[in-house]
């Protein structure tokens, strides 16, 4: 089967922040990934998109501890609200894999669907907003060096 690519990076997706970035990124390759197990078949994907989801689960988890402590470095202060969307995708997810794993009705392609929407609207719509304040901040004098 040709290796298809569901989702592409794109650099109006950066926040400015290489480290963010780059971890933005890897969640794509993880959507990707997830995408590519959705098409193998019943069985190859059911076994493959349970090793993936794991692993995205967990890189999922790193990523928002470091924005979270990225923006309570900088007092951002919507962060309160910020970790609740975290919070609120985890248990979602989360909630998911667990259907997935009882055998109740998962859909993994509409869950890779999901998960990109979600992903790529959190950075436009959320993540941008802590990043413009950093900018503001360094604009400012009050931040001496980009955090990474």
Known sequence: MEKEIFVVWEDRYSVGIP???EQHKELLVLTNKLYDACREGEEKARVYFKEVI???????????TSEERIMERINFPELATHKVQHTTFVKQVLAEVKNFENGKTFVPNNFVRFLRDWILTHIAMSDI?????IHTLKKQGALQSLIT
Do not use: G
């Open 129 to 133: 907003k802590y990043a413009d304040y």
């Open 54 to 64: 794991r692993n995205a689960v967990d890189y999922v988890q790193f990523h928002f």
């Open 19 to 21: 480290s963010i970035d």
